[in-house]
DNA sequence: ACAAAATATGGAGACAGTCTCCACTTGTCA
DNA sequence: TGACAAGTGGAGACTGTCTCCATATTTTGT
């Protein structure tokens, strides 16, 4: 997956910087920024922008990559340390909690997940795969039904994801996980 | 709400005809036309168009308003003839076979539930209040937990909508919907 | 039946983003 | 230090959205 491409000092510095800038905008709430404008508020040219970044997504993606396998690996962490219903129900909440405290993350994880281009996929794929262990450790201890793939857990996280501007975002998907958590119980 | 506004004849006509050929394309799955484009062929011009539709979503909601005004019929009629648990699962698991033959109101619903505009969120309104309906008079009959609103269940159909376009669409919002209804349970 | 008033039309063109292209700059390596 | 590779920036082409208004159609009043 990731090439062996040693990227120019110069390169490596300007895609740290724009991944910076983004970061910065994202945490005060500018998602919406002409593309070029952003390459010019980065201090680069709009074409070095577009080739470190050939989508909106892409830098989004870029951005809350560390926060995204920061999630996985607490995901891991937690099953194997933990009762596999306990682990799922502490993910799922703590998954929740994140997304109040980072919009980007929420949006991101939105267009992420609706996103059809495949290589944008991979954010994504990832946490299904963490969701998909947790359900597989739980079903193998009968803790938790073993009818149930990652998928449909998937599309409840996407509605929680999107839902994320709402005034009622919080108590609606913290009911919304509980639902799910209940509805896991074999 | 209905604004008592008498429409000229040809006006009338001219709306009815946008309406009959978005349908006709949204069948065929053709939904990223070029909204100029569209003007051109279903014969109008592009100011006709944008007068009565402003936006995409105006268009698809008109489309489709039938559809919904008809799914929440069959909410209502549910719930006044069968136990409340039943009702909610017949219209939950409608939903879901309906999407699967209808994409274009997936994609109308997906939009129209992510749109912040408070205009077109009239089509989901009377969606959630639907849900509402089904939740309240079953959790005063007993027969589903009374702590989860009409937000929690909105979410996870937004997931749903959201999703309409995967391989394994049908299998996982069918698990959801089995989730949802056991996390239910009083 | 006719004219005036009200309403609607269409499509040219203004506008706003996106993205490409390539002459030039900067970094790397021997 | 020179030569080659890698990267840059930003002008401008391109694409889709939306507005504006001279023209056409319908309705209303007589």
Partial sequence: MTDAKPLRADARRNRATLIAKARELF???CFDLRFDDFAKLAGVGTGTL?????T??????????EELAAMCARAAELRTT???DEALESFLRGFVDHLCAHEGLARTLTS????QSAALADGTRALTQAVADL???GAASGSLRDDVG???IMMALHGICAAYDQPTF???ADALITLLLAGLKP
């Fill in 170 to 172: 919080k108590p609606d």
């Fill in 150 to 152: 990652p998928g449909a």
């Fill in 135 to 137: 359900l597989t450790t």
């Fill in 50 to 54: 577009y080739r470190h970044f050939p």
């Fill in 112 to 115: 992420l997940m609706a996103g």
């Fill in 82 to 84: 933990r009762p596999a």
């Fill in 56 to 65: 909106r997504e892409a830098l989004a993606e870029a951005v809350y990559q």
């Fill in 27 to 29: 945490t005060d709430g």
